[in-house]
């Protein structure tokens, strides 16, 4: 089974902290995103990814940026957190080889800044 | 501009009936559409993928239409069940990323 990790499930920071989101995927996987959810609005696209040390930006990359040194490990960051990117961050992967590829997520992680 | 809209009203039934949920779509020509269940707290899961040259898929007690001149995909569940209560969000494929829409909440009542 793929399995998606995320780092923590619950995290709580102070407004201007930097903070960083890991997310690993052990199914060898090229393709990882990061998405936020709010209520309402649906999974937003953040960044993504199609292979090591390369990135695309999403519909929502402002105030964010992401790293991928390893294939499998994806990381978003935020470079000095605010209160409106308080929210459920989801990490997920996808394979390439498959033409329709399903998108396998992992927990999420509920940021809250204060 | 670009909308998918499913009904953000949550979807009350009894069990063992048909649940039928909406997704329809604007100014989007997708190749593919997928459908996901989330629970609470949990990230999505993938159920179905329906391709713009089918009409029709089943997975056991699920089905997935798609009507690409309708710009309308259905996603049906027939004898529901409590533990099929979930958020279930569908997704079309469009430049080379999928476009979420915010899920439509089922609520199976025994």
């Known amino acids: 089974d793929v399995k998606v990790t995320q780092s923590s499930r619950y995290l709580v920071k102070r407004t201007g902290e930097k903070v960083f989101l890991e997310c690993v995927q052990d199914?060898?996987?090229?393709?990882m995103f990061w998405y936020r959810q709010d209520p309402g609005l649906g999974l937003r696209l953040i960044y993504f990814?199609?292979?090591?040390?390369?990135?695309e930006k999403g519909d929502i990359p402002e105030g964010y940026s992401v790293s991928r040194e390893k294939k499998e490990r994806f990381s978003l960051i935020l470079e000095s957190a605010s209160t409106n990117q308080t929210s459920m961050y989801l990490c997920?992967?996808?394979?390439?080889?498959?033409?329709?590829?399903?998108?396998?997520f992992g927990p999420g992680t509920r940021l809250t800044v204060l | 501009s670009q909308k998918i809209e499913q009904n953000s009203e949550a979807l009350n039934i009894q069990e063992g009936k048909t649940a039928t949920l909406t997704c329809n779509y604007t100014?989007?020509?997708?190749?593919?559409l997928q459908w996901y269940r989330q629970d609470p707290g949990r990230g999505p899961v993938f159920l179905l993928l329906?391709?713009?040259?089918?009409k029709e898929k089943r997975k056991e007690r699920l089905k997935v239409t798609f009507d690409t001149t309708l710009k309308q995909s259905l996603f049906h569940i027939t004898a529901s069940q409590p533990a099929d209560s979930a958020t279930y969000l569908c997704?079309?494929?469009?430049?080379?990323?999928?476009?979420f829409g915010s899920g439509t909440r089922l609520l199976v009542r025994p």
């Open positions: 997704a079309l494929y469009s430049s080379y990323k999928l476009i």
């Open positions: 990814s199609y292979d090591v040390k390369m990135k």
């Open positions: 100014n989007y020509s997708p190749a593919y």
């Open positions: 199914m060898d996987h090229e393709n």
């Open positions: 329906i391709r713009e040259n089918e």
């Open positions: 997920a992967s996808s394979s390439s080889r498959e033409r329709y590829n399903e998108q396998f």
